[in-house]
């Protein structure tokens, strides 16, 4: 079956760490995201990458970087200059018009 | 920048009961217009998608309307169940650049509750 893979599911990260968040997917999407949700709130855009090899900032970028080297994978990571990053973080991917919007089941990620 | 809001913040109502969950927009630009489900600690999962061309898509018991030029889209959800109780999330998708590429953008949701 087609869809994105996240993971871990569960993530701690340690003040001064730098940690990978996984997203994998066999939809044949050219677009991927990456978004940020904190507690009652909307999700926020932090990266997007329409083709290989290129990606945009979203609304939050500081403090993650990502790449884009295959098709099919779209790794966030989150720096130690993200100075709040525990929240639940989502991957998406699309078509290039948006269509086929398919979300992962997510990751938590949690500073101890 | 695009900006999204959705209206009311939470609602509660008993099951079998009709309901409207509002959403605004402030760029009317938009490629197209979604309407996302996320069950608590889980991803979101599409439910309707209308096109900008489009004013309203149905699937089963609900119906998306969409007014661009208003910047306004409604969710109607006929005879409420149980099941239904879930945060329902609105989105905009809009070009980047007069690329047919773009990206979504979110408001911050409607937690729905249906008691029995």
């Known amino acids: 079956d087609g869809g994105i893979t996240q993971s871990p599911k569960y993530l701690f990260r340690k003040e001064g760490q730098n940690v990978t968040l996984s997203c994998e997917q066999n939809?044949?999407?050219?677009?991927m995201y990456w978004y940020r949700q904190d507690p009652g709130q909307g999700l926020r855009l932090i990266y997007y990458?329409?083709?290989?090899?290129?990606?945009q900032k979203g609304d939050i970028a500081e403090g993650y970087s990502v790449s884009r080297e295959k098709k099919e994978s779209f790794p966030l990571t989150v720096t130690s200059a993200q100075k709040n990053p525990t929240a639940f973080y989502l991957c998406?991917?699309?078509?290039?018009?948006?269509?086929?919007?398919?979300f992962g089941s997510g990751t938590r990620l949690t500073v101890v | 920048k695009q900006e999204v809001t959705q209206i009311p913040a939470a609602l509660s109502v008993p099951e079998g009961e009709n309901l409207v969950l509002n959403c605004s927009f402030t760029?009317?630009?938009?490629?197209?217009l979604q309407w996302f489900r996320q069950d608590p600690g889980k991803g979101l999962t599409s439910l309707l998608l209308?096109?900008?061309?489009?004013r309203e898509q149905t699937s089963g018991r609900l119906n998306a309307s969409l007014d661009k030029s208003s910047g306004r889209s409604t969710l109607y959800i006929a005879a409420s169940q149980p099941g239904d109780s879930a945060t329902y999330l609105c989105?905009?998708?809009?070009?980047?650049?007069?690329?047919?590429?773009?990206?979504?953008?979110f408001g911050q949701g409607t937690i729905l509750t249906v008691h029995p």
């Open positions: 998406a991917s699309s078509d290039r018009t948006g269509y086929g919007y398919t």
């Open positions: 939809l044949n999407h050219d677009a």
């Open positions: 990458s329409q083709i290989v090899n290129d990606f």
């Open positions: 760029d009317s630009a938009i490629y197209n």
């Open positions: 209308i096109q900008s061309s489009q």
């Open positions: 989105a905009v998708f809009t070009n980047a650049g007069g690329t047919s590429y773009g990206k979504l953008t």
